[in-house]
Structure formats: structure tokens, C-alpha cells
């Protein structure tokens, strides 16, 4: 482990002080298993508080977090606290007593967490590894195991934890942890630790299906996400699909658009993985037999609803400014529009400026990508596969248009018409709309032509 030289110099200055710098959760865990940690939690042992934050002090700006109990953040990076003990005293996240104590030992420190792979310690100094309850085998096993079963039932965040580090680990849960999972009641969760904990499903892991098969296999669909559970027993409309049900696409088309997503910032990552998890929401109430086939017609539109809902629960809307929730909702109105435009073929210029002024084109094709990728698992045979053709069409045609990121933006404006003599008045809407439409269809290039056209409709 390639340990910042800041940490290995307080950790020096502790020492001086009596005190032991220890090395707790995640980055321990990320090093046992051959990644490199990017964030570091240090316990200090042996020292008052006072004197810590005084220590500290000498490294810089110190942010204080917390009100009952204080962790130390210095710069990015880096958490440093006491050892703790908590103690449930009411409903929620915050209702909790926690207690800083720099004399308690290892074993009673490491028992607040909640699995034994994150309850691993290492001694900055000597790197000697403290391991109180079996951490490293099951590392090896690649098993999720809880601490202390009396501890872990008080926080019920620690169910949607499991399932995202089931999920980016790619671990089993064990028995006693499933049943303890399940006895739960997670209508305590806020929605912002809700989201945390789904968020780091869908973008650390390399195959989001796990965390969300755990997410039913635990109980959070049941109590959470409605519109998740709905998807169970409704059949696909392929006769082929072996599991029968929506949920399963779902779950083979989340882990499609995780491998498209690379490439793209942070907030459109979160909108194409949120689109394809919610894609298909609408199936449960237009999925019915027709003609002698299963049919769901209209379940884009059917499902803008349930997405909505949804993404309440999440609370999600903007993120870096980008509006996340609006590109969720019309992903999932215009999912389908890939694959309807090149089987109509003879589709127009103007439908895909018209699609671009409602949805990120770019994202609707790495949607419908995942969604035509995701009819193609292994078990289906190979001239049943759905064509992915479509998908390469559409984006190539919106390459060429230009409106893969964003629409046209109107050529006229008002104060063009102003130039014109006209007074401001509500025929100023009718007048440059108008112009618009003529210039999304390609009927109008450039601003002389918006003029011209412009003036033979006030002529009018």
C-alpha cells in the first residue's frame, strides 16, 4: 500500500505522543483485495481529544464533522477520529449516542462495523494487521458477513450496503446476514442515503444485476421500490424469454449500460444507468395478451409515471447542474424511438431535431442499445437475438445532423422581428415558431432565410 506521506508523519507525531495511528474499513479492505485505496480512515488510539486536534492543526486546514461525535477531515482524502462507540436511542440514522474513547480496545472498536471485511485495522507504522473477526477469510471466501448481529440491526442502511458491496465485490451474503437483512425495517432510510448507497451500485460495480438481485433477495424492493417489485411475474413479449418476467431484462439490460458509460461525465453516467433501470416501468400496466402474442403498447408512455415516482424516492434532479430527472423521464418516454425510426427508414431530418428537443440523443442510444443488447443473453438462441443495427443507425444519423448532444437552436429571434418594426406582441411566438419548424424540417439554413421566410408570414 502506497500509504500519503502525510498519514505515515501523523501517524509518527502520535506515536511521539503515546498515542497508535491505525489504518480502519475500506482502505484495509481495498488492499487485502489488490486494489489501491483512494480515501483513508484513520483511528487514533491513545490520545485525548484536545491534544489530537492540536496535532492535527500542524497539518493544515482542519474541517470538523459532526455534533456528537467529531471526525477530522484533512483535505480531501483523509478522515481521521477517534475510536467510538454508538448507541441506539431512536428511529433513524440520527438517532443515535456516540461516544469517542481513545482507550478502548481494538476488538470493541472494530465490533461497531458492519461486516467483518471492512472491520480489518492495520498499524500505520508497523503494518501490522489487526483482524478481530475473521476479515480476511472472508476476503478470501468472498463473503459478506456481519460483525455483531446485535450492533448491525441498529442501522438500516447497512441492508442497501450489503447489496452494493455484493454488487461491486461480487461476494455471497451469508445466511445469518440474508435473515438479519430481512428483518429489518428500512422506512427510516432518508432519501439522500438511499440514493448513496444505490448510486455506488450502479457506478462501482461492474455488474449492477448483483446488488439489485440482492436488493430483492433482502426485502428493499418490497419496502422501498414499488415500482421494481411490479416487474416480477409480468412476462416479456418474447415467446423465447426462459425467466418469463420484466425484472430479468431489467437486471441484463442495467448490466449492458454499465459497459457503455465509460466515456461519458459523472451526472449523464447516473442518467443512462437511472434510464435503464427504469425503462421498461411501464410493462406492468399495458402487458396483456393481443392477436394470439403478448403485447405491452404504450409502455414508454406508461411508464413516465412509475420512473417518477421512482426517482422521488431518490430524490434525485440535478446534478453538476444537469438536469438528471428530465433526461431520466423522456429516456424512458423515447426508448423506443431508435428502433422505430430504422425500421420506418424513410424517417426524416426534422423527426430527429424534433427527438433532440426532448431527449439527449446520445443517451437515448446507449438506452436502447443496452435494452436491444439486453435481449441477447446466453441462453437465447442466436437467430433470436435482437438486432443492435438499429442502434448504430440512429446514433450515426444524429452524428451527421449534429444533434447527438443537443437540438438546433432557433435561427430567428425576437429581436430580429423587432429590427423589422414589429412591437412585441403574442404573434411573436406564432412568428418565430413557425420559422422554427421550417428550419428543423432543413427548409432554412441560415439567418437570411429565417428573415425572408419570416417576412412573407407578417405579409400575411
Known amino acids: 500500500m502506497n500509504i500519503p506521506n502525510k498519514i505515515t508523519k501523523l501517524a509518527e507525531i502520535i506515536e511521539q505522543n503515546g498515542g497508535q495511528a491505525m489504518l480502519v474499513g475500506g482502505c484495509v479492505r481495498d488492499e487485502l483485495m489488490g486494489i489501491e485505496p483512494k480515501d483513508w480512515d484513520v483511528e487514533v488510539y491513545g490520545v485525548e481529544p484536545n491534544k489530537l486536534r492540536k496535532i492535527l492543526e500542524n497539518f493544515g486546514r482542519v474541517d470538523a464533522v459532526g455534533e456528537a461525535f467529531t471526525v477530522y477531515k484533512i483535505g480531501q482524502d483523509l478522515d481521521v477520529a477517534l475510536p467510538r462507540r454508538e448507541r441506539k436511542v ?24 458492519d461486516f467483518t471485511v471492512n472491520a480489518i485495522m492495520k498499524d500505520v507504522l508497523t503494518g501490522e494487521i489487526i483482524d478481530c473477526y475473521g476479515g480476511r477469510k472472508d476476503i478470501e471466501k468472498g463473503i459478506l458477513r456481519v460483525v455483531s448481529p446485535e450492533t448491525f440491526i441498529e442501522d438500516s442502511l447497512r441492508v442497501l450496503r450489503a447489496a452494493q458491496f455484493a454488487a461491486r465485490f461480487e461476494f455471497n451474503i451469508d445466511e445469518e446476514t440474508i435473515q438479519l437483512c430481512r428483518s429489518i425495517d428500512l422506512t427510516d432510510l432518508p432519501s439522500e442515503r438511499i440514493w448513496g448507497e444505490f448510486e455506488k451500485l450502479l457506478l462501482k460495480a461492474q455488474k449492477p444485476s448483483i446488488g439489485l438481485k440482492w436488493l430483492y433477495e433482502l426485502g428493499v424492493v418490497e419496502q422501498l421500490f414499488p415500482e421494481l417489485k411490479a416487474l416480477v411475474g409480468v412476462p416479456q413479449e418474447e415467446e423465447w424469454h426462459p425467466e418469463g418476467d420484466v425484472d430479468v431484462h431489467t437486471l441484463l439490460v442495467v448490466d449492458e449500460a454499465r459497459k457503455l458509460i465509460g466515456d461519458l461525465p459523472y451526472e449523464k453516467k447516473v442518467t443512462v444507468m437511472l434510464g435503464a433501470v427504469c425503462h421498461d416501468f411501464g410493462k406492468p400496466s399495458t402487458t396483456e395478451f393481443f392477436d394470439g402474442r403478448l403485447r405491452s403498447y404504450g409502455h414508454d408512455e406508461a411508464g413516465v409515471e412509475p420512473t417518477i415516482s421512482f426517482l422521488d424516492t431518490l430524490n434525485i434532479h440535478t446534478l453538476n447542474n444537469y438536469d438528471v430527472r428530465k433526461q431520466v423521464v423522456e429516456l424512458v418516454r423515447h426508448h423506443l424511438k431508435p428502433g422505430m425510426f430504422f425500421k420506418a427508414k424513410k424517417v426524416g431530418d426534422g423527426a430527429f431535431r424534433r427527438l433532440a428537443r426532448q431527449v439527449e440523443l446520445d443517451l437515448l442510444y446507449r438506452v436502447a442499445k443496452a435494452d436491444a443488447l ?87
Open 90 to 113: 431512536g428511529r433513524g440514522h440520527k438517532g443515535f449516542i456516540v461516544e469517542g474513547d481513545p482507550d478502548m480496545s481494538f476488538e470493541e472498536a472494530a465490533k461497531r462495523r
Open 374 to 460: 439486453g435481449r441477447n443473453p446466453d441462453w437465447v438462441p442466436k437467430e433470436k437475438h435482437s438486432n443492435a443495427d438499429a442502434q448504430e443507425w440512429f446514433i450515426e444519423r444524429a452524428k451527421n445532423l449534429n444533434v447527438e448532444y443537443e437540438a438546433p437552436k432557433p435561427i430567428l429571434m425576437g429581436r430580429h422581428l423587432i429590427a423589422f418594426g414589429l412591437k412585441p406582441s403574442k404573434q411573436f411566438k406564432v412568428i418565430l415558431d413557425e420559422v422554427f419548424e421550417k428550419q428543423l424540417d432543413g427548409k432554412i439554413q441560415n439567418l437570411e432565410e429565417a428573415k425572408e421566410y419570416a417576412k412573407e408570414i407578417i405579409n400575411k
